[in-house]
């Protein structure tokens, strides 16, 4: 499994950015897709998840702010930023996981980067 991360960069605070997720290889066993983030000197956290029934969850601090969503077709997952804040900045990092009755799964992409300058 490979999860490519996409769509980072430079924004201005109140600016938005969208960030991709292409997922390949054996996906069937993953059923839970989210992203996280780290910002210099704190902890993994997560940003949003999405289920592959639809079933989203979001950290307070990015609600109303940030949509997740996924293609299935295209085994894609977007998360849509908006009124981006300072405190937005961070590395952004793609994750799938699931498990099937023998193993657990748990994927990463390699991260992209995202900066809100004021």
């Known amino acids: 499994v490979q999860l490519v991360e996409s769509g980072g960069g430079l924004v201005q605070a109140g600016g938005s950015l969208r960030l991709s997720c292409a997922a390949s290889?054996?996906?069937?066993?993953?059923?839970?897709w989210g992203w996280y983030r780290q910002a210099p000197g704190k902890q993994r956290e997560l940003v949003a998840s999405?289920?592959?029934?639809?079933?989203?969850n979001y950290a307070d601090s990015v609600k109303g702010r940030f949509t997740i969503s996924r293609d299935s077709a295209k085994n894609i997952v977007n998360l849509q930023m908006s009124s981006l804040k300072l405190e937005d900045t961070a590395v952004y990092y793609c994750?799938?996981?699931?498990?099937?009755?023998?193993?657990?799964?748990?994927?990463w992409g390699q991260g992209t980067q995202v900066t809100v300058s004021s």
């Open positions: 999405i289920t592959n029934g639809g079933t989203t």
């Open positions: 290889g054996i996906i069937s066993s993953l059923t839970t």
């Open positions: 994750n799938g996981r699931g498990s099937s009755w023998s193993a657990v799964y748990n994927y």
